[in-house]
C-alpha cells in the first residue's frame, strides 16, 4: 500500500499549497534556471523537504539527499558531500539537500563552510530544519532563510478531501476536522492518521488515537496539583506518543502562572531538556525528567 504523503506529493509549485510569496521567489528562480543556496525552516509536516524536492526536480541537476537526522556527523560530509559537490556534472548545476540540518552537529556544520564557499560555482545547498537556532551563524549567513508557514486549516481540509475523493472514500468534514484540529500544523501526520483509519472504505476514528491533543493540558494540570511522578509518567504513557515536541512550548508557555517567582528556573530546565530532547533514543524518558525536575520548583 503506497503512502498518501508520498502519492500525493506535490509535483509542482501549483501543487504546492501556501506560502505564497516564497512560491513566487522559487519560480523566479526556476526561470532562471539557477537558486541560491536555501534554507527553509519551520515546523515538522509543513512542506519543508516537498518544496526543497520540487527545485531539485524542476532543475537540470544532480541530486545528492542526505537526512541529517541519520548521517550527521563530519564523516558525511568528508566522504559524501565533499567527493560529490566536487565531481563533475554534465548537468548545469548539483544540489545536495540535507533535510533536518539541525540534526548535525557544530562541528561538521562548520566543516560545510568552506565546501560551500569552494564550490559555489557547481553546487547549491538546500537545508531545511525545524529549528533555525540549531544552525549555525556562519552557514545562515551563506544561505537565503525562508520560514515555511503552514497553510491555513480550511485549506489542509480541501487538501485531504481532494485526496479522499480521488481514493474513492466518502469525506466526513467533521471527523477530517477532529484529525486537523488534534494534530495541525502537522501536515504529514493529519494525511497519515486520515489514512491509518480507513475501513472498509470509511474514515473510523478511535477518540483514544487523538488522546494525544489533550495532553499538555492534563500534564499541566498535574504539576499545579504537584501530582507524584507516577501520575504524571502514566499520562505520558496513556498518551501513546511517541513524540512530545509541542509539550516543550506548552509547558513554556504556561510557565508564568505554574512556576511564579521561579519562572526563570523552569524556563532553564526547559531548554536543557528540550536541547537533549534532540540526541536520546527514549523522548518519553527525557519528558519525564524533564517533569520530575519541574515539580520541586511548583
Not at 563552510?113 to 551563524?137: D, G, H, K, P, Q
Request: aromatic content about 8%; charged content about 25%.
Amino acid at each position: 500500500m503506497e503512502l498518501w504523503v508520498e502519492k500525493y506529493r506535490p509535483q509542482t509549485l501549483n501543487e504546492y499549497v501556501g506560502n505564497e510569496t516564497i512560491k513566487n521567489k522559487i519560480a523566479d528562480y526556476l526561470k532562471q534556471g539557477s537558486i541560491q543556496n536555501l534554507l527553509f525552516h519551520g515546523v515538522a509536516g509543513t512542506g519543508k523537504t516537498t518544496l526543497a524536492k520540487l527545485i531539485a526536480k524542476n532543475l537540470n541537476c544532480d541530486l545528492l539527499y542526505i537526512n541529517a537526522s541519520d548521517e550527521r556527523g563530519i564523516d558525511t560530509i568528508r566522504d559524501k558531500i565533499i567527493p560529490f559537490a566536487s565531481s563533475m556534472s554534465f548537468n548545469d548545476v548539483k544540489i545536495v539537500i540535507l533535510d533536518e540540518a539541525d540534526y548535525i552537529t557544530p562541528q561538521a556544520q562548520a566543516t560545510l563552510r568552506n565546501t560551500i564557499e569552494s564550490c559555489s560555482a557547481t553546487t547549491r545547498f538546500i537545508f531545511t530544519c525545524n529549528y533555525l537556532e540549531r544552525i549555525i551563524s556562519p552557514l545562515q549567513s551563506r544561505c537565503q532563510t525562508f520560514e515555511i508557514t503552514p497553510p491555513s486549516k480550511g485549506d489542509v481540509l480541501d487538501t485531504l478531501k481532494n485526496i479522499l475523493a480521488n481514493e474513492g472514500i466518502e469525506a466526513n468534514e467533521s471527523i477530517a476536522m477532529k484529525v486537523i484540529d488534534t494534530h495541525y500544523p502537522d501536515i504529514r501526520k493529519i494525511i497519515n492518521t486520515i489514512q491509518g483509519s480507513i475501513v472498509e472504505g470509511q474514515i473510523k476514528i478511535d477518540d483514544n488515537s487523538l488522546k494525544n491533543s489533550q495532553l499538555g493540558g492534563l500534564v499541566v494540570d498535574a504539576l499545579i496539583r504537584k501530582a507524584k511522578l507516577s501520575e504524571i509518567r502514566q499520562i505520558l504513557a496513556d498518551s501513546g506518543s511517541r513524540e512530545f515536541d509541542d509539550l516543550f512550548k506548552y509547558i513554556y508557555d504556561k510557565s508564568s502562572t505554574l512556576f511564579g517567582d521561579n519562572e526563570g528556573e523552569a524556563i532553564l530546565i526547559i531548554a536543557k531538556y528540550q536541547y537533549e530532547y534532540t540526541f536520546v533514543l527514549e523522548k518519553e524518558i527525557c519528558v519525564a525528567a524533564m517533569l520530575n525536575k519541574l515539580l520541586k520548583i511548583c
